[in-house]
């Protein structure tokens, strides 16, 4: 999957990047199978995350309305502990949110060692909804001398230096953009609209943002070029196909997992000890009920 991923540095056309690729897989059945054996390996892997208690993971999920970013969510982890997972999405900020730094309330939903982490949405709205809708600034009462174009280089680079420390405290950083078509979309948002069990998904306003296709894909390049970095790079996932998307994801994590180098941790001898302990007290029970 490394076609998937933006090189640091580089500088990202979205046109180059086609969201109906599905690679060598031709439907959903072909991708199955590989998605069975990395959610397989994605449990063997977030067990031994665990029981290490170093490393967290944290992923951060950014798309377009009807992109899939639930979708995956549901079934990328769905063979993991959900003791060993957390999900927080990010909605408009509250009045005491803005009250605090930009990067506060997420910082207050990171995971804890030996956890994985998942942001649906996360602080790069900072640099993609705030900019397409420079009002939204209005509303975090920055003092007049922080505001202006310089901001958003400021904010790439505090995003950079963020992500930095977190992989730098054991916090591995992993980061999709899905990249649905702005087709695609509009036959995600009819299906919300005709289908009753679907109806609850749409809004309004998610028309509103779709008027602005152009400029949230400016963002989103600029954001891509900017914050894509060798400690916490970006991968674009092609998302037309729900099914591509998910097997494409699970193989990435595992792969990034796998990377940690997790093998079972060894035992303490004082632990060796109490095991052995625990072995003889067992061994000496009778065998009644």
Not at 151 to 166: P, S, T, V
């Amino acid at each position: 999957m490394d076609s998937f991923l933006i090189a640091p540095e580089s500088t990202v056309s979205l046109a180059g990047h086609d969201p109906g690729f599905t690679g060598k897989f031709r439907n959903k059945e072909d991708a199955a199978s590989k998605l069975e054996k990395d959610l397989l390996a994605l449990e063997k892997l977030q067990t031994l995350l665990y029981a290490h208690d170093d490393y967290a993971v944290l992923v951060i999920i950014q798309a377009m309305d009807a992109a899939g970013k639930d979708s995956v969510i549901k079934h990328v982890m769905s063979g993991v502990n959900p003791q060993g997972v957390t999900v927080t999405s990010f909605k408009t900020p509250s009045a005491a949110e803005l009250d605090h730094d930009l990067l506060w309330r997420h910082v207050t939903a990171l995971p804890r060692r030996g956890m994985i982490g998942i942001f649906n949405r996360s602080y790069y709205e900072e640099v993609l909804i705030v900019r397409v809708h420079p009002e939204a600034l209005d509303r975090e009462r920055l003092p007049a001398p922080l505001r202006g174009e310089h901001l958003w280089k400021h904010r790439f680079e505090d995003i950079n230096c963020f992500e930095r420390y977190l992989t730098r405290n054991g916090i591995a950083v992993v980061k999709f953009f899905l990249n649905v078509s702005r087709k695609e979309q509009k036959k995600r948002f009819l299906e919300r609209i005709d289908l009753p069990e679907k109806n609850w998904k749409f809004a309004i306003g998610d028309l509103e943002e779709r008027a602005r296709w152009p400029d949230y894909m400016k963002a989103y390049e600029e954001m891509l070029s900017r914050t894509s970095t060798a400690w916490a790079p970006w991968y674009v996932i092609p998302a037309d196909h729900k099914w591509f998307t998910r097997a494409a994801v699970a193989d990435i994590l595992v792969e990034q997992l796998r990377a940690l180098e997790l093998d079972p941790p060894p035992p303490e001898p004082s632990r060796l000890e109490e095991l052995a302990r625990a072995r003889e007290q067992l061994e000496r029970e009778g065998e009644g009920r």
